[in-house]
């Protein structure tokens, strides 16, 4: 029996104004797999994700998460609760302490109480390493602390699927692998993942499968091994050989 489809793109195009930046893009996903998404710059990898999400409207083609159409009437309110978003930016609410950024969510959309929200939060802050942060706000953090608070927020809906987006281009590169490490425990936890990311070492370490894409059309996929090993688009091993001299 195959594994349940969690998410299911099909025959996708999306342009902004004139600029095509998505064409007949098909990707599924299956439960508990992780993608990692790579390319060059404008590619439309950040399109993609954003769409799965309902962040993006398409201009035609179909996207189901979890057998909910985004099309459909409530369709972006009922994925978005069960996709979480983690941004290159990490998109806190600054005003808010820590622990607030973390409880705001589970209180208004999941009806729990301060108590029952604050002991989920801390939960959380645990499991990425920072329950001594938890008071502060996050400019007071660091960029690889308030990325780890973004992945906790998220995980605080208990998401079914984590959408990252760059989510260590922003970070300076001695706090990358404090993020890739809470991603890294994220995926063997099982975590269905869509990560946009330009880091290789993780790619080979989590991803069932990479999806190159370039020109808003998915080039090439397959898993790590195949893929770098033996990769069949020439834009694909031009590609790869410009980011790992970096
Ligand atoms: N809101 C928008 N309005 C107009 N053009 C946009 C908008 N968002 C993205 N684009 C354009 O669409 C193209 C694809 O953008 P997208 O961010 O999806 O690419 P990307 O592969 O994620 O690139 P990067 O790695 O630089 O983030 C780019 O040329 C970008 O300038």
Redesign the pocket.
Known sequence: MSAERVIEISSLNKS??D?R?LTNVDLSVSLGERIVIC??????????IRCVNGLEQFDSGHILVDGISLEEPGGVDRVRSEVGMVFQQFNLFPHLSVLDNLTLGPMKARGLSRTDAEALAMEYLERVRIPEQARKRPRELSGGQQQRVAIARSLCMKPKIMLFD?PTSALDPEMISEVLDVMVELAQEGMTMLV?THEMGFARKVADRMVF?DGGEIVETGTPSAVFEAPKSERFRAFLDKILQH
Do not use: R, Y
């Open positions: 902004f104004g600029f930046v390319g060059p710059s404008g590619s439309g990898k950040s399109t993609l760059e946009v894409m």
